[in-house]
């Protein structure tokens, strides 16, 4: 079941968030990809990107399909939308998830201005 606050946002009212991300984006690359994901599996068409502990450089990203929770920072593009949790956005503000697709394979891939440094595969990064 779809959250009833994406429709809001969707509608252009903000005031149900805590936060509205705009120093995050989403581009319209991986909105097309997230939707269709969403679509195959019967799931809203919302991305969680957050940050673990780990990774051979530090920290790495984990994006999976969620829910929105109360706390979380929002930014949407194209009818998708992406939520942050408090803490992981202290690491990744400013940040832009796409979809690329190359010689290598597909992979979503952050652009991330707080990283110092990263690893060869990209989902890991230290501050």
Do not use: H, W
Not at 14 to 30: D, E, F, H, N
Not at 80 to 86: E, G
């Amino acid at each position: 079941m779809a959250d009833p606050r994406a429709a809001e946002l969707a509608e252009g009212d903000t005031r149900a968030y805590l936060a509205v991300v705009t120093s995050i984006t989403l581009t319209p690359s991986a909105a097309k990809r997230v939707a269709s994901i969403a679509i195959r599996q019967g799931k809203p068409a919302i991305l969680r990107l957050a940050v673990d502990g780990g990774g051979c450089a530090g920290f790495s990203y984990r994006f999976a399909l969620g829910e929105m929770e109360p706390d979380d920072a929002v930014a949407q593009t194209d009818g998708v939308t992406l939520v942050v949790d408090p803490i992981s956005l202290d690491l990744i503000d400013g940040s832009a998830v796409d979809y690329v697709e190359n010689l290598g394979g597909a992979a979503f891939k952050v652009t991330n201005p707080n990283a110092a440094s990263g690893c060869g595969c990209g989902s890991s990064f230290s501050i």
